[in-house]
């Protein structure tokens, strides 16, 4: 929050000296990212409060609402981006004093893209998604950041009057993509889509391995937030005490926690009588 405020002012004051829509695009979707800033922080710590009597899975998917949100956000910029740079295209305006406009986008660009590797690293060790979705925004802003540079150099070597304008049109494509995107990973989690394959295949692998399985079935999986909720049928043989089956299940859920955590995991046990006719594993 404290280097998005930061940047947005400069922005402001750089736009106002030069008179780039480019600039001004960039210093309006810093703006929105102090926002999305503001609302990261306070769904992280929404998500991180432990379930209760009225949220008994917790409330992990804070983090996902924001990410959605956090994707309109962006849209609304695009559309005021695509019509400051529209207007500017049909009445094209002189830009003034551009080193200074070319000095604060380079500083821009440097700092965003540290900001952003920052954030996203501790958002990949964390397994947050408000994290993560924050250091998108960053690394726009860096690669963004960048483009004006050279929007702004163009001008000041060749005096055409319409580079800044093109600049914020093509910004509005990018940062229009980003937020599809952003919003559609987000429906996928609030709608619990599954894990990803690669953690499909961790969890197959777990169960195939462990002695004692016969076969699973029932595997159902989702998000909420970071943590990953995990439930499967396993098959064991008829013989089997309800000890035994306990701690099969026990070891399983410890194994599947340790590999995809932070994870819930339950397992249910079948009888091989019960589950007779049903493939012993997926692809099976």
Same mark, same amino acid.
């Given at each position: 929050m404290a280097y998005n405020v930061g940047a947005t002012a400069v922005k402001v004051i750089a736009a106002v000296l030069t008179g780039s829509v480019s600039i001004f695009s960039e210093a309006a979707h810093s703006a929105t990212d102090i926002i999305a800033s503001l609302i990261s922080y306070l769904s992280v710590r929404v998500a991180e409060v432990p379930p209760d009597d009225e949220h008994n899975y917790g409330h992990g998917k804070a983090e996902n609402v924001t990410a959605f949100t956090e994707s309109i956000l962006i849209l609304l910029v695009v559309a005021y981006i695509a019509f400051e740079s529209v207007k500017r295209l049909l009445v094209p305006q002189p830009?003034?004093?551009l080193d200074v406009g070319v000095g604060v986008m380079v500083l821009s660009t440097v700092t965003s893209g540290w900001v952003a590797w920052r954030v996203g690293t501790v958002g990949r060790e964390t397994q947050s998604p408000a994290l993560i979705t924050n250091a998108q925004h960053l690394l726009i802003d860096c690669?963004?950041?960048?483009?004006v540079v050279m929007s702004l150099v163009v001008t000041r070597l060749t005096g055409w009057p319409y580079a800044d304008s093109v600049a914020g049109l093509l910004f509005t494509v990018w940062l229009g993509f980003g937020a599809v995107r952003l919003a559609r990973q987000a429906i996928d989690e609030l709608i619990d889509r599954r894990v990803s394959d690669e953690d499909i295949a961790l969890i197959d692998s777990i169960l195939r391995n462990e002695p004692g399985v016969l076969g699973y079935h029932r595997l159902r999986t989702r998000h909420s937030g970071r943590v990953h909720?995990?439930? *499967?049928?396993? *098959?064991v043989a008829d013989a089997w005490s309800v000890t035994q089956a306990h701690d099969l299940a026990d070891r399983l859920e410890g194994l599947i926690v340790e590999a995809l955590a932070p994870a819930h995991v339950v397992i249910h046990i079948d009888p091989q009588e019960a589950?007779?006719?049903l493939p012993a594993f997926p692809g099976a």
């Open positions: 830009l003034t004093q690669v963004t950041s960048a483009a909720y995990v439930d *499967v049928h396993v *098959v589950a007779r006719n």
